[in-house]
């Protein structure tokens, strides 16, 4: 969103109207307010002014997002209740994600620190005929500041509460005669565990990231420009531990009493008494639990501009992601599933080519070429205890050790065109057309299980599908009008088609199932727009406001098959239908020169169209109600039909309005306060729909007030900050109930005060 914070030479100045925002959206700079898209805007120097440093903290921020964290590897993005489908190797995120132009073929690939942020765009609904990679749901394209003529650097230290302390900055100048220039951005991150292990004591759910980001600009002449970025980020935690949620209902347990089964399971398995902490606090674990995420990147984006106008721009880049998880995966206090995760080593390459025709002509297109490569490998691993048997009820699984290794590819080539007509000066046409073919493969193979080193004949049979492949073609377009009312008030309306790869589930299939089961299609989105956007008041008041209507066909999520009677088994496909519609609205106002007034909302209908085959809940398991039972190791069987339920992690309302005051308070002194609010309306937390799961509405507010002075070109800024302020005790995401009925969450981060100083010349 438009903010009235400028660079460091003008940060201390009081502005008389809201700064002007430009995107490049449409592959072209531009004027926020005069793109036919929904987007909000964040401003790097904003952010880095009220300490969000977390990418996770981006949706406190933007209409219509809401973000859910399991750990790396598992985490979603979704706008508009589009994109919580569950985390899997296999598939991309229904939103986009990129950064300095560059799509990340993971979700967990954007979960580092922001460094050095220039600004921050979100684009809703379908997008396909210009960014790389089709999103059936939105883009968040985040920009780094780039490489500057004129010397500059910026350092940072922030310590608070909870373990929290933060060394960050960046330099950046010439080096050869005004045509070089470089930059180098660095960040080192701590913050302490804040889930105790009732069992050891122990703290979880700590970080401790750092990241560094290199960069060269050669700008020869005015006709060519280079952009050479590389950077590298790790992260070592005690992530990511779960707090149980809730027990379930109540059933008959094994000795014919009336209780909940978990805990029941147990304690008879030599379990301390397992307990509900209402304050998403506590875990019971007594084995490891650590993760290490080690990332990092090249791309080259090159700039010439033709005779004419015309520009060619041309970026390469090369990624790589790993991944390692160490968890207990029990979470009890015995040696049930001592050692569980799935390791990834991920490298993508991709390229993209566009010719963009001059701009303020009658019409303006941009033409262009896609390709990108990943390749992953896997490897899913369980080491089960000498206590597996108590409690999962199998003995032979006692002490064994199991591993599922994949290597899923993806190759995809687009081609893609996009061109505005403008019919007059007032009325604009545009369409877009993009055709992008994909290939995937994978090979899944589980070892045979082994015991102290031997091979064990029984449970957990080896497994090889043999090479797999999967081809799709999709075709992606736009059609779009809009009308300028005046110089600054803008109406538009659009219809898009866009498209979700599909996929090749890495994993073994269910039992009874063949391996054609794996094969996910794509998910094929529908989309109409209808808004306006709008600057008044000289300058000093935004509205823009959107309703849209989303139908998604061939959604991704988990669905239940019968594999023989009274047999069914979960696997990820295709539901069926998604619809998600709402209203959107943003608000930005400068009634006097020291106070800025935000707002962004959004309510969002999304439910599922049809979903016949949903997963059982586990009340509805415990009642027997329609196909949905219990099974002799107290599983959930069965499936419900969620057609016409809410949509998983898609709270109705989002709400985030924010106050900015700064005032002189004498001479070259000046004095400012940012108060920020961000609250959700409840959502379900597991794709279960059940009542056990459900997350209550919740508010996380921030605060800092801080002195800012300026000595010459030097401004020194000290502030004072409180992030989530009333300490709401939240939830991040959800596990549903499996066997055994309970239910855990991923609670957010508690409060933290803090003190930062900051020195910007």
Known sequence: MPQAVASAATANAEPSKLQEVVVSARRRTEKAQDVPIPITTLNGDSLDRDGTFRFESLDKKLPSANFQFANPRQTSFAVRGLGNNPANDALESSVGVYLDNVYLGRPGMANVDLIDIDQVEMLRGPQGTLFGKNTTAGVLNVSTKAPAFTPEAVAELSGGTAGFFQARGAVSGPLLDNKLAARISAIDSDQGGFITDTTTGGKYNGFHRKGVRGQLLFEPGADFSLRVIGDFNHEASSCCVGSLYSFGPTVTLPDGTKGQIFPYKAVHAGAAAPVIDPDFRTTQ????????????????EANWTLPGGYRITSISAYRSWGFLPINDGDSLSIPAITKAGQGVDDKQFSQELRLASPSGRKVEYVLGAYFFFQNQDNNQFTQYGPAAGAFLGAAALNSLYSQIRSNPTTDSTAAFAQATWHVTDALSLTGGIRETYEAKSVRIIRDAPTRAGAVVVGPLPAYDSGPLSLYNYDLSGLLS????????VLGYVSFSHGAKAGGINASVPAAGLSAQSLFIAPEKATDAELGFKSSLWNHRLLLNADAYWTLVKDYQATQLTQTSPGVYVQNLSNIGYVRSQGLEGEVQA?????????????????????????PCSAEQAAAGKGSCSLNAAYGVVGFQNLSGSQVVGAPRWIVNPS?????????????????????RSSFFGAPDNSTYSRIPAYGIAQFRAGLTKEIGPTLLDVSLFANNAFNKHYVLGGLGAGTYLSYAEYAGAPRIFGLTARVTY
Request: without cysteine; positive net charge.
């Open 481 to 488: 009008l809009d009308y300028k009312f005046s110089r600054d």
């Open 659 to 679: 106050l900015t005051l700064k005032h002189r308070l004498y001479d070259d002194v000046r004095g400012y306060a940012i108060g920020e609010y961000a609250w």
């Open 285 to 300: 674990i007594n084995d490891k639990q650590y993760m290490q995420v080690n990332q990092g990147g090249a791309s080259a």
């Open 590 to 614: 400068l009634p006097v020169k020291w106070l800025t007034i935000g707002l962004t909302a959004s309510y969002n209908d999304a439910i599922y169209r049809s979903y016949a085959n949903a």
